[in-house]
């Protein structure tokens, strides 16, 4: 079992920065690909980063959803068990609440996640 807590969200102009940060429990963390996700009113989730887990050729590989490639940046830290989001140029588009999730294989899709965090609000101001 995986519990995660996302912070680091809040209110923020356009063209600012963000951090945001996912505490993960469990001894098994660094194994776990993880993910981060975005759901606006109104629209579905979608998929914005995600990290392979630690180990073998492909471990720490990245993958960004296009519309946020070149301005975010997903990192973790598996001597803290924390994934992070470093949102660089938002735009009002990035408007969501942000979800970090945890899974075997680091899909772009919720299905693929085992585990969730509740949530943690961005709004970008224009």
């Known amino acids: 079992q995986v519990q995660l807590v996302e912070s680091g969200g809040g209110l923020v102009q356009a063209g600012g920065s963000l951090r945001l940060s996912c505490a993960a429990s469990?001894?098994?963390?660094?194994?776990?690909?993880m993910g981060w996700f975005r759901q606006a009113p109104g629209k579905e989730r979608e998929f914005v980063a995600a990290?392979?887990?630690?180990?073998?050729?492909?471990?720490?590989?990245?993958y960004y959803a296009d519309s946020v490639k070149g301005r975010f940046t997903i990192a973790r830290d598996n001597a803290k068990n924390t994934v992070y989001l470093q949102m660089n140029s938002l735009k009002g588009g990035d408007t969501a609440v942000y979800y970090c999730?945890?899974?075997?294989?680091?899909?772009?899709?919720?299905?693929?996640?085992?585990?969730w965090g509740q949530g943690t609000q961005v709004t970008v101001s224009s």
């Open positions: 990290i392979r887990g630690s180990g073998g050729r492909s471990g720490g590989i990245t």
């Open positions: 999730a945890a899974g075997p294989a680091s899909g772009r899709w919720p299905y693929e996640y085992d585990y």
């Open positions: 469990g001894r098994t963390f660094s194994t776990y690909a």
